[in-house]
């Protein structure tokens, strides 16, 4: 007799069995694997190339947006900077299509083009900015709008005959969107307004045009002798004089001491493109730049204020510094290596 059935048992899974070992390749496999490709010449020379570009690019770019480096040839802001200093200018907001019109901080050294002069660089600091007013008188340079004396000079040092860095009538740089009425201005004011015009708007043609008037009388033919700076007719002064005012005050003083008993003027007129102008419109900054040696240097006292176009950048450092030649070979001034340049409102004190 069969024992009853119970219930089915079904036995437990095995567990999974651990994957069989992968057989170690034989010589057709490796056969099979990839090689090392030989070095190809001519690809790594164009690498090597494209990345050298690379590195030429990226420095041609900070060079023209960022940084450049000038050389100082004058002692015109000495001691701040020497003759033979290689000095680090940041370009800024004065790099080629980013300047935005904005003046530099006042005291601040700055590389700029010379109005009307454009292969002429100078290396100056920013005494005033648009809204400050100067006046220059014996020899002291004062700016009400500061409260204070700006620059100074000993008086041993000054010259006996009158200069613009000796004497100069009140100047109030302009803000930017005044406007400056030609007619009734000095003839400093004059000159100065007919250059900025003329800085700001370097697309048109602008001649400034001088007539002598003897008693009342046209008198452009006279002839102009016992005069340091020019001799021929009036009529005849060259054009490279037409912004400089201090040969246009000179010349008058000479004008009104040869004909000391007639009455002398001179009359004033702007022209753009042929057309008269009568009113000019500040569209851009300007400043008033100053030379750190205030006996020698040439700056706004002679060529009025600059247009912030004009500027190429503040100069932040020195790099290096190389004396006078002395027996062929140039003096290397290593305490100037790396040197800051300060910016100083007080600098010219």
Partial sequence: MNPPAG?????????????????APGPAALDAEPRRRPLDTPVALYRLLRQFLVVIAIGLLVKLLMLTAVTVRDGHMAPCLLTGDRVLVRRGLAAPGLALGLAPARGSVVVLAVPHRDRVRACLRVAAVPGDSVVIASGRMLSPSLGGVCASAPDSVLPPEYSPRDFAAPLRLPRRGQTLALEGLSQRDFLFAASMQAQQDPGGTYDVKADLLVD?????????????????????????????WFFWDRLRDNLRYTLENRRVRLQWGLYR????????????????ALADDWTGG???????????????????????SAGPEQGGRARIRPGRTWGAVRCDPDAQR
């Fill in 298 to 320: 040439c700056d706004s006292r002679y060529f009025g204020p600059v247009c912030v176009s004009r500027i190429a950048g503040r100069v932040s450092r020195v790099l290096w």
């Fill in 216 to 244: 009342g009388i046209p008198s452009n033919e006279y002839i102009i002798s016992n005069f340091l700076l020019y001799a021929g007719a009036f009529g005849s002064i060259p054009d490279s004089l037409d912004y400089d």
């Fill in 273 to 288: 493109n042929g057309r008269p102008v009568a009113t000019v419109k500040v569209r851009r900054a300007f400043v008033f």
């Fill in 7 to 23: 219930p089915s048992h079904t036995p437990p899974p095995s567990a999974a069995a651990p994957p069989a070992p992968r057989p």
